[in-house]
């Protein structure tokens, strides 16, 4: 089976990467840009099933799956490329600021308990012994032991370095003009006057899915993210969420500070009151940080699908066709799972009950389309 992945960010790469560990022929990336260098690179890495819910809903264990799938993920890639993705699961805090936040942080705590998810409440005094350098405002928090980070950038080089050693060819700066489907059948796409066939073609665009799958599936919108650096800032070692933003502390000595969350379509720019808005959350956090320059500012593109949640699977109505997109602020977090979904439907036809939810479209909703 010859399959052309068309987006070069973490999800391509690493379905392309899957493919190839479970036996695909011929695997093809086509990447608009240079590989890994949009949302996956503007990403701060942070693995957090449990931090960002308090619901445990077909969404949650998706995201569960991924978080377990990471260690293993991780040490293969390790082996297979001699990168090491910083794979860091010392937890994840958030803080509370008021008596207010604090009430509704353990409100949030006792929903978390009585869905199942492990989350331990502390105290301002747990939560100074936890990460001294945390400002001394600070009431109360919650705990995820197992949430974390990885190094995002390192992943999507370890993930281009398996291409590379494994005959995936990865194709960069171009951008795909069409898909071609014949008698309702995926054969190949169109890109820099080429035409590029396969047996299967998946589009993991990210952001820009929509643009190629038109209305054959939810719509998927770009939602910008600004994140703003700073170095040689060691003193903390739990990613950290609060004061309206969240802070991701790098083994290299950076701190990452995320992300806002705007629409201005496919617009990168970095604005100053974004970085305001960014500094106002680092500063109140780690009020050690007043008064220092962030050293690098980006910006990124989370892909938004209608519903809020991915699109995994086959394409309804065309033959050959699949989606592995609308990752929105999981695609980090979402990659290895989404690996082997979307290798299971490209291969084996299939999908695994759990994942059905993320299945692009009822044949009602693509038959109107
Ligand atoms: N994953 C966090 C964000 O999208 O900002």
Redesign the pocket.
């Known amino acids: 089976m010859n399959v052309l992945i068309i987006g070069g960010g973490v999800i391509g790469l690493a379905a392309a990467r899957e493919l190839r560990v479970a036996g695909a022929g011929r695997i093809t990336v086509l990447e608009k840009g240079r590989a890994g260098m949009e949302s996956s690179w503007a ?2 890495g ?1 693995l ?1 099933p449990d931090a960002e819910t308090e619901t445990v809903d077909a969404m949650y264990r998706l995201c569960r799956r991924s978080n377990e799938l990471y260690p293993e993920f991780a040490a293969a890639l390790l082996d297979e490329t001699g990168i090491d993705i910083e794979l860091d699961r010392t937890g994840t805090i958030c803080a509370a600021f008021s008596d207010d936040e604090a009430d509704q942080l353990r409100e949030r705590h006792s929903a978390q308990q009585n869905a199942g998810i492990q989350a331990d409440f502390l105290s301002a005094e747990d939560m100074r012994k936890l990460e001294p350098s945390l400002s001394g405002d600070i009431v109360a928090g919650a705990l995820y032991r197992d949430n974390g980070q990885v190094e995002n950038r390192k992943l999507v080089q370890g993930l281009s370095e398996f291409a590379q050693r494994n005959a995936i060819e990865v194709i960069e700066r171009s951008p795909v003009d069409e898909l071609i489907i014949k008698n309702g059948e995926a054969i190949g796409a169109r890109c820099n006057g080429r035409i590029f066939e396969a047996d299967a073609v998946l589009v993991a665009a990210g952001a820009w899915s929509s643009v190629l799958l038109e209305t054959r599936c939810p719509r998927v919108t770009p939602v910008k ?1 600004q994140v703003i650096a700073f170095e040689n800032y060691s003193s903390l070692r739990h990613v950290v969420y609060g004061a309206g933003g ?1 802070l991701v502390p790098r083994r290299d000595g950076r701190l990452l500070v ?2 806002t ?1 705007e629409d201005a379509g496919f617009n990168t720019d970095v604005t100053a009151d974004g970085v305001l808005s960014l500094r106002g959350s680092a500063e109140r956090l780690l009020p050690g940080l007043a008064g220092r320059e962030p050293v690098d500012k980006w910006a990124g593109l ?1 892909p938004f699908a209608v519903g809020g949640e991915p699109l995994i699977g086959a394409i309804p109505g065309v033959r050959g066709l699949f989606v592995a997109t609308g990752h ?3 695609g ?1 977090l979402l990659a290895p799972v989404t690996a082997k979904l979307i290798t299971e439907a490209v291969l084996a036809g299939s999908v695994p009950d759990f994942a059905r939810p993320f299945l692009p479209a009822s044949g009602k909703e693509a038959a109107a389309s």
């Open positions: 990403a701060a942070m957090a993210g969240y995320g992300a969350v989370r929105y602020r999981n980090i």
